[in-house]
């Protein structure tokens, strides 16, 4: 098994050699080697290294790369790339929403709320994003907005603030 590891590393090796000038090129690998496992989420994070080196004005490759280090729970790295990607694109909503999230997950809920903030100002009319931030206000305990945003979210179709505020009885 570990020869066809070290083969499989060589032919690696000798096609970056090839394509050591191709974004596309280092984002597919990166891609491959992330993986729905994440064994190999070093290989992929030095993957988008090298895209980022080559394309370093690209958001999307900083939000690849944040969401791989946010996988393996590296945050202060995962926070940098939000927070370039936003730089280099702060009329995205996605990339507030996605750091939003990881905030979250580090129980940083005044971060979170203001990223989820900062994503319904982007786009009014996503009753998902309100939803969320929903979800946050009541997470730090603060119902009545919460109600509200939840009752945006259902005004603008969006069928899981029904369902939150039924079970919830927040009508």
Same mark, same amino acid.
């Given at each position: 098994? /570990? #020869?066809?590891?070290?083969?499989?590393?060589?032919?690696?090796?000798?096609? +970056?050699?090839?394509?050591?000038?191709? +974004? $596309?090129?280092? =984002?597919?690998?990166?891609?491959? *080697? /992330?993986?729905?496992?994440?064994?190999?989420?070093?290989?992929?994070?030095?993957?988008?290294?090298?895209?980022?080196?080559?394309?370093?004005?690209?958001?999307?490759?900083?939000?690849?790369?944040?969401?791989?280090?946010?996988?393996?729970?590296?945050? &202060?790295?995962?926070? @940098?790339?939000?927070? &370039? $990607?936003?730089?280099?694109? %702060?009329?995205? %909503?996605?990339? &507030?929403?996605?750091?939003?999230?990881?905030?979250?997950?580090?129980?940083?809920?005044?971060? /979170?709320? $203001?990223? *989820?903030?900062?994503? =319904?100002?982007?786009? %009014? @009319?996503? #009753?998902?994003?309100?939803?969320?931030? #929903?979800?946050?206000?009541?997470?730090?305990?603060?119902?009545?907005?919460?109600?509200?945003?939840?009752? =945006?979210? !259902?005004?603008?179709?969006? !069928?899981? $603030?029904? &369902?939150?505020?039924?079970? *919830?009885?927040?009508?």
């Amino acid at each position: 098994m /570990a #020869g066809e590891r070290e083969l499989a590393q060589a032919d690696y090796a000798r096609a +970056v050699a090839l394509e050591s000038g191709d +974004v $596309a090129f280092f =984002v597919q690998s990166a891609q491959d *080697f /992330a993986g729905p496992d994440g064994y190999w989420l070093d290989a992929a994070i030095a993957n988008y290294d090298r895209a980022i080196e080559l394309d370093p004005n690209s958001p999307d490759l900083y939000m690849a790369r944040a969401e791989l280090h946010a996988r393996q729970r590296d945050w &202060y790295p995962a926070f @940098d790339d939000y927070g &370039y $990607a936003i730089l280099r694109d %702060p009329y995205n %909503p996605e990339y &507030y929403i996605a750091r939003a999230r990881a905030y979250q997950l580090i129980n940083d809920d005044e971060a /979170a709320l $203001a990223d *989820f903030t900062a994503a =319904v100002e982007l786009a %009014p @009319d996503n #009753g998902e994003y309100y939803y969320m931030r #929903g979800l946050a206000y009541s997470t730090m305990g603060q119902e009545l907005a919460a109600r509200e945003d939840l009752l =945006v979210a !259902e005004a603008l179709g969006y !069928e899981q $603030a029904t &369902y939150r505020l039924d079970i *919830f009885g927040q009508r």
